[in-house]
């Protein structure tokens, strides 16, 4: 049986006014309140005992805030608020927009009723209740570990007790004649273009008066007055105490709502009567949604969904949030190219819904119901997930939803629920939101296909599916339905061994989610889908621990880009230019690019056009419709363009840089590193004590033949290489799903065990030193052949045969330098022509191991100040010790600009790191690939190389020394 402990409390929602007869109409009870974490005695006495209890922020959650609640208690808030003198003969409601998750209300001593359910908005009609002009007192107990808490996993999924008034609450006053349930709808013409502004409401007649006037205003987004026939009445009550209304005023040629085009008109509503009047204000958008065939249409076009899972989440707050994070995340989102947001697991603050509105982000709402009949939460193996008791709570909790959110233009979709099991429960909330709201269509996240959570979830418009794989858009392409992938590309979170030690596999992860996102887009029958996920849920707790599933956000708790925003945005762009490379053309005719327009409703003449190339610059205007590919001609006047760069860049109609792109002209020189190779005409060789001697004219190689490595390397006397060759072979590694995160994760970063010399031998040939090294290890065993030239470098050539089974992730040679060499360069070949310069992917770059900027990260719940780039931890910092793949080159210097160089052909990666207090040492990779977190490891099969026992390891490094 399945029961609640307290009423579920939803009510009608009166409508806030802008203004009216009653002033003030607010009276805001955020701010200071007292909290007792261990109340016990009965709620109605507390009175003024409670100014004794500790003192807590309100909005917050008690955990963050140091308190712990026993659970299946009550943590008791208590605080005093005057009442406003004018507020006599009103009705006064009690507006709480998220209780977490049961709440019981007492004013004055009297109870003001009950709620049950986390992250819903309700209000309480408190009128009887509060002394005008007088000290007041509200005291409210809120139960945490609840069953709405259970229906949620809100504590199991935050890995800490959720508990708290978690969004603003405040008191507001209406006349006693005043409007309640406001429905704003806009359908347009089958031709889309003009539009009727339907509004309803519910009339509250508490001062029994006889008539009340109600004019209905409409103001263009430019500020301008639409002029609407019948938008005035006279309601005559004739007794009663509610009275239904409506309006239904056509409008010609609105300007529509789209995530790209975010009109919003004003909507003024006017009631007057002799209890007194009030003018309700509110942003509303004209638009159109339809679900035909397996295709979602906006205002007659097909979109396509490019989105985010957002929590609400701060690593010192907690799932309580303000209203400056909320615009941060809502333009950080914009700014990404992102069109689209799934409020995973519950409803988010209306604040941050508005930011959707006047932004142009689509917008799934989901309740706040998540695992219900799932695996991952373990209730329902003794619990019936079929059990019908429940289904009042789910309905109230959607009605609840809808009341509060319907008349924002950005709310595409509902969502019933989070990955849970479909039943009959969800059947019978299917047809409800039918009937409740047939201006949008509904999903419900299962598995639309499969055989894992998939219960035959048929009758929802939207099908859904978390993680398909890459063959998820092949099987949407022909989907009977829309086919959602309500969660996908799940960024790197459970590998956490290969994340702290390489953030290169992050930068790794835009390579696996360019192939996923492209495959989707080109999927008719693909709606979309949801980037698992928005933000890094981790949470730093008052007693020292860090909890939470982790950092699986492309951007992090404190609101900064980490490598996988880039490559969100660049996936996402709403405009691609084909080209990475042109040829130089004739005289007088322009560089020609294929350019492909993405948007849904934005012609390329809406955006502006920039361009670059040495020290010219220019704008560019073109049509392209829609969907559609053309060619951009951009004429330079330059005659001499053979090997620069040319940079376009493309600002969207809302100022937004959706596309930047580097394209080589000609031959681009891409070895043409900043230093100056050291060089000789000969070299000599000279053993003594088993120590080679390589030199030539400013350089020195030291080989030891007793160990078959490199001693060390000099130029003008100054060591630049301290030692090497050592085989490193690092398996893929991953975690499973769980609430792990933490500050202590070891390294994975360990070079071959085990290893034994068995041969060196060593000969010199004109300008030429040969060294070959006979050698095996726990884990495999060939040669390295060492070749010295008169060039000043070394090609050290390898080929081992594997003793084990693996699945490699990186295998190759290291290499170190001394510590003094801490200057890191490198040019390489990118997933994308243009980077911005704090991404550690970028072409070509600088890094240092620390440096001022550096951020220990195991500083406990210290607020960064700079880039993500510059979290470090003992290796160095993210961009010094990342993964580069596909290198031209990359060097380690001195001060002085003497050092060493890994010379390639654009195949092989480098990983710098430091290795202790007297060296920095780096990883030359034969092979590389991205990481494998259990989630997203299938994206990269087609290029994964699994090791069986008599593999081949092969390669060749090339060190070039240099000097400034």
Not at 307 to 319: D, K, M, Q, S, Y
Not at 727 to 741: K, P, Q, Y
């Amino acid at each position: 049986m399945f029961l609640l402990i307290a009423p579920l409390g939803y009510g009608q929602l009166a409508v806030v006014p802008r203004n009216s007869s009653v002033s003030p109409v607010k009276v805001d009870l955020n701010g200071r309140w007292n909290f007792n974490d261990s109340f016990s005695g009965n709620l109605a006495e507390v009175g003024n005992r409670a100014k004794r209890w500790p003192q807590i922020e309100v909005p917050g959650e008690w955990s963050m805030q140091g308190f712990q609640v026993e659970p299946g208690k009550a943590g008791v808030y208590s605080r005093s608020f005057e009442a406003p003198k004018a507020w006599k003969n009103c009705r006064i409601f009690l507006r709480c927009d998220a209780v977490f998750s049961q709440a019981d209300i007492v004013i004055n001593g009297k109870e003001a009723g009950s709620h049950v359910g986390p992250m819903v908005a309700f209000e309480k009609e408190i009128s009887s209740l509060i002394k005008p002009g007088k000290e007041n007192r509200v005291t409210m107990a809120v139960t945490a570990e609840t069953m709405a808490d259970t229906l949620m996993s809100g504590t199991q999924y935050a890995a800490h007790q959720l508990g708290g008034i978690l969004r603003k609450i405040y008191l507001y006053a209406v006349p006693e004649t005043y409007l309640a349930d406001l429905v704003v709808e806009t359908p347009l013409d089958n031709q889309y273009n003009h539009a009727l502004l339907n509004v309803s409401a519910n009339l509250k007649n508490a001062a029994s008066v006889d008539q009340a006037d109600i004019t209905v205003r409409l103001f263009s987004p430019s500020g301008d007055q639409v002029q609407l026939a019948d938008s005035r009445k006279t309601v005559q009550f004739d007794g009663a105490k509610e009275q239904a209304i409506q309006f239904s005023c056509s409008v010609n040629s609105p300007k529509k709502w789209d995530a790209e085009h975010p009109n919003l008109y004003r909507l003024e509503i006017e009631l007057s009567s002799s209890a007194g009047v009030e003018t309700i204000v509110r942003k509303i958008g004209f638009r159109h949604i339809e679900v035909v065939g397996n295709q979602l249409f906006v205002n007659g076009v097909a979109i396509k969904l490019k989105g985010v899972n957002r929590h609400e989440v701060h690593p010192l707050r907690g799932r309580s949030l303000t209203s400056e994070l909320w615009k941060q995340d809502a333009e950080l989102f914009k700014r990404g190219n992102v069109n689209y947001i799934r409020t995973s697991h519950y409803p988010p603050s209306e604040e941050f819904i508005a930011l959707c509105d006047s932004l142009g982000l689509y917008v799934e709402l989901e309740n706040p119901v998540s695992w219900v009949g799932h695996h991952a939460n373990e209730h329902w193996k003794t619990h019936d997930a079929k059990d019908s008791d429940m289904y009042p709570y789910f309905e109230s909790i959607a009605r609840a939803d809808i009341a509060f959110f319907r008349n924002h233009p950005s709310i595409l979709i509902w969502s019933m629920a989070n990955e849970s099991m479909w039943t009959d429960n969800w059947s019978r909330l299917a047809d409800f939101y039918a009937e409740e709201d047939p201006t949008r269509p509904a999903t419900f996240h299962d598995q639309a296909y499969g055989g894992f959570n998939n219960y035959g979830s048929k009758k929802m418009p939207i099908a859904n599916i978390h993680y398909p794989g890459t063959g998820g858009p092949r099987v949407a392409e022909d989907f009977e339905r829309p086919l959602l992938f309500g969660e996908y590309a799940h960024l790197n979170t459970y590998n956490r061994e290969e994340i702290v030690t390489d953030p290169g596999v992050r930068d790794a992860w835009g390579r696996g989610f360019r192939k996923m996102w492209e495959g989707m887009y080109k999927s008719r029958g693909c709606l979309g889908g949801a980037i698992w996920s928005g933000i890094d849920d981790v949470f730093y707790l008052p007693d020292g621990r860090a909890v939470g599933y982790g950092e699986w956000g492309p951007i992090d708790g404190w609101r900064r880009e980490k490598p996988e925003y880039y490559h969100m945005k660049k996936s996402y762009s709403p405009v691609k230019i084909h080209n990475q490379q042109v040829d130089v053309p004739e005289a007088g005719q322009p560089v020609r690019l294929q350019i492909e327009n993405r948007f849904n409703f934005t012609n390329l003449s809406e955006c502006k056009i920039y361009w670059e190339v040495g020290t010219e610059q220019g704008t560019v205007d073109m049509v392209l419709q829609p969907q559609k590919t053309g060619i951009l001609n951009i004429y330079t006047g330059n005659s001499n363009l053979d090997g620069k760069i040319l940079t376009v860049r493309i600002v969207s109609p809302q100022g937004i840089e959706v596309e930047a792109c580097a394209i080589e002209i000609g031959n681009v020189k891409r070895d043409d590193f900043p230093f100056q190779k050291v060089q000789t005409t000969q070299i000599s060789a000279s053993e003594s004590n088993e120590q080679l001697t390589i030199a030539g004219q400013g350089f020195e190689w030291l080989f030891d033949l007793s160990k078959g490595d490199l001693n060390g390397a000099w130029v003008d006397d100054n060591k630049v290489l301290a030692g090497g060759a050592e085989l490193m072979m690092l398996e893929l590694r991953t975690g499973s799903c769980n609430t792990e995160h933490s500050l202590e994760i070891p390294l994975h970063n360990s070079i071959c065990t085990a290893r034994e010399v068995n041969e060196v031998t060593w000969k010199q040939t004109q300008d030429t030193v040969l060294v070959s090294v006979q050698l095996s290890y726990a884990e495999a065993e060939g040669v390295i052949n060492y070749s010295f030239t008169a060039n000043g470098d070394v090609h050290v050539d390898y080929q081992m045969k594997s003793k084990v089974k693996m699945n490699p992730r990186q295998w190759g040679l290291v290499f170190s330098a001394p510590a003094t060499s801490a200057n890191l360069q490198w040019y390489r070949k990118g997933l994308w022509s243009w980077y911005p310069e704090n991404h550690i992917g970028r072409t070509n770059g600088k890094a240092v191991p620390f440096g001022e900027k550096a951020f220990r990260v195991e500083s406990f719940g210290q607020v960064p100040e700079n880039d993500w780039r510059y979290d470090a931890i003992l290796l160095g910092t993210n961009d010094f010790r990342a993964t580069r793949e596909n290198i031209y080159w990359a060097a380690l210097s001195n001060a002085g600009g003497d050092g060493i160089t890994v010379v390639a052909d654009g195949k092989q990666a480098f990983r710098s790191f430091v290795d202790g207090a007297d060296k920095i040492s780096f990883l030359v990779a034969g092979y590389s690939t991205g990481g494998g977190d259990l989630f997203f490891s299938g994206h990269y099969n087609d290029e994964r190389i699994p090791l069986e026992k008599g593999s081949i390891l092969h390669s060749t490094v090339k060190l070039q020394l240099i000097k400034k």
